[in-house]
């Protein structure tokens, strides 16, 4: 929503381990298997296209845009994300489609290792109960049956691992702006976003 007020590219960087994840349970590999998944980050082509929900992804040229939407395939492209080869491929592939500027672009690790020289960082947070709540809002209207105890449960199993993995760890970077949308709904934060970034561009001036 950002990005379509600003004309801005919108990249979604989660969207791209998303895809390799899939791509790994359709070839049956095993998570635990480093150097197959490995080899097959690299040879995968994943392509973001804007759209009028965001991004289109598209893996080796078919589009996955709800296919990589499962929490089966989120706990999978968590685990494969803390692979150090894995994310060099994906943070080298983002900093390209970043590189002319004019981005608005989400992940974990954008501020503290994909482009810590970003004009604006936006450490967006909630409390856990409230995100587990919106994401079991949100399987439950693509008609997925994850309770809402089990939903905590991934969020808080991939948030540990997001933080304890040694390449690219989730930290709020030291000249982030902390968020908490905790008690804001969309329109409200994506309010709060575009008066913080008119901000920055003032002080750029």
Do not use: W
């Amino acid at each position: 929503m950002v990005a379509h007020q600003l004309g801005y590219l919108y990249i979604d960087s989660g969207a791209m381990y998303r895809a390799v994840g899939l791509k790994a349970m359709q070839n049956h590999l095993s998570l635990d298997n480093t150097k197959d998944i490995i080899t097959l980050a690299s040879r995968s082509s994943i392509e973001l296209h804007p759209s009028h929900q965001g991004c289109q992804v598209f893996l080796d040229g078919i589009d996955v845009s709800e296919a990589i939407r499962t929490e089966t395939v989120s706990q999978a492209a968590s685990r494969i994300s803390s692979i150090p080869e894995v994310r060099r491929l994906m943070v080298q592939a983002q900093q390209y489609l970043g590189r002319n500027g004019s981005v608005v672009m989400e992940g974990r690790d954008i501020g503290t290792k994909v482009f810590p020289d970003a004009d604006l960082k936006i450490f967006l947070d909630a409390s856990e109960t409230t995100r587990a709540q919106r994401r079991f809002d949100q399987n439950r209207r693509k008609k997925q049956s994850l309770s809402l105890k089990k939903t905590l449960q991934e969020i808080q199993q991939r948030d540990q691992r997001d933080r304890q993995r040694t390449d690219s760890p989730l930290v709020q970077a030291q000249d982030a702006i902390y968020l908490d949308t905790s008690k804001k709904d969309i329109n409200e934060v994506v309010k709060e976003i575009l008066r913080l970034i008119k901000v920055t561009e003032k002080n750029h001036i």
